[in-house]
């Protein structure tokens, strides 16, 4: 995959395909070609995959951008995908149920414009947190998940979903079980905080299980949502001491906050295009 977006004369290009001896050389020449001055490249290899990624800044202005891709996607193996001119500002719709300090931290972030995207509208499978998503004056709706088929419930957030075209659906600890037809019409774009750290106590009461356990770590894991629950490739994790003193409900605090900052962190990394996956796994350039 290859990405291109300029901001004056600054241009951000990111590479994503089959590994093959003098990628980085080959790149490199044919910027140069197109009067690109590389400030800032990081590559890496998945050996396992077989698979080159590489995060490329450079500066210039005098290029053609259909031209630069022609002769990238020439000279590029067979197997790269190449896109032009990815949004600078993403579009995200933000799901929730009940709980507030991860929906919270993204409304401040999004008012103050360090999201790096735009929260187009906020659902909610109950209405809790529809008045603090009106003071920043983001559209909530209430698609209830009562009383109907899974199908339909579903289908009724994905009519609100498109309404707005997003880039990203973030999960700020929307508590449903998607199903694989959802997952899949959203492929690689639905993003998903954890309370904990995966692998360990996947699915309900995290910190219960952790507690009982006698854990001295405790955790949070943003990844990517696929049909293996709590399983996607993993953007982002922490963790954070606890001891014999932390209380199930002590351990709910802490929790809270290092979820906030790992969603925080996974969306940043992720909007600013320093994401890519590979297989389960995912490659960070920070």
């Given amino acids: 995959m290859l990405l291109l977006s300029s901001e004056m004369n600054k241009n951000l290009i990111l590479i994503q395909c089959s590994?093959?001896?003098?990628?980085?050389?080959?790149?490199?020449?044919?910027?140069?070609?197109?009067?690109?001055?590389?400030?800032?490249?990081?590559?890496?290899?998945?050996?396992?995959?077989?698979?080159?990624?590489?995060?490329?800044?450079?500066?210039?202005?005098?290029?053609?951008?259909?031209?630069?891709?022609a002769e990238l996607r020439s000279d590029l193996p067979e197997s790269a995908q190449i896109a032009?001119?990815?949004?600078?500002?993403?579009?995200?719709?933000?799901?929730?149920?009940?709980?507030?300090?991860?929906?919270?931290?993204?409304?401040?972030?999004?008012?103050f414009h360090t999201l790096d995207a735009e929260i187009c509208c906020v659902a909610g499978n109950y209405d809790h947190l529809s008045e603090i998503t009106g003071r920043f004056d983001i559209p909530f709706y209430h698609v209830s998940h009562e009383n109907k088929t899974k199908p339909e419930f579903e289908q009724e957030l994905k009519d609100v979903i498109n309404l707005y075209y997003p880039d990203y659906i973030v999960l700020a600890k929307f508590m449903r079980i998607l199903s694989p037809e959802f997952i899949a019409d959203y492929e690689g774009k639905i993003i998903n905080i954890h309370h904990s750290f995966l692998p360990a106590f996947i699915g309900a009461s995290p910190y219960r299980k952790a507690f009982e356990r006698g854990v001295k770590l405790i955790g949070a894991t943003a990844h990517f949502v696929t049909n293996d629950l709590d399983?996607?490739?993993?953007?982002?994790?922490?963790?954070?001491?606890?001891?014999?003193?932390?209380?199930?409900?002590?351990?709910?605090?802490?929790?809270?906050?290092?979820?906030?900052?790992?969603?925080?962190?996974?969306?940043?990394?992720?909007?600013?295009?320093?994401?890519?996956?590979?297989?389960?796994?995912?490659?960070?350039?920070?």
């Fill in 84 to 111: 032009i001119n990815p949004k600078a500002l993403k579009r995200i719709v933000v799901l929730v149920t009940k709980e507030y300090h991860c929906l919270g931290d993204a409304l401040i972030r999004n008012q």
């Fill in 19 to 69: 590994d093959e001896v003098g990628l980085v050389a080959l790149i490199a020449r044919v910027l140069s070609k197109h009067d690109l001055n590389i400030t800032a490249m990081r590559e890496f290899v998945d050996e396992v995959e077989n698979q080159f990624f590489a995060r490329i800044e450079c500066t210039g202005d005098s290029f053609d951008e259909e031209n630069l891709t």
């Fill in 231 to 286: 399983e996607g490739p993993i953007i982002v994790q922490q963790t954070i001491p606890v001891n014999h003193t932390f209380s199930v409900s002590d351990m709910v605090v802490a929790g809270k906050e290092i979820e906030k900052s790992v969603l925080s962190k996974a969306m940043q990394l992720v909007f600013q295009d320093r994401v890519f996956r590979s297989g389960n796994k995912t490659i960070v350039f920070e």
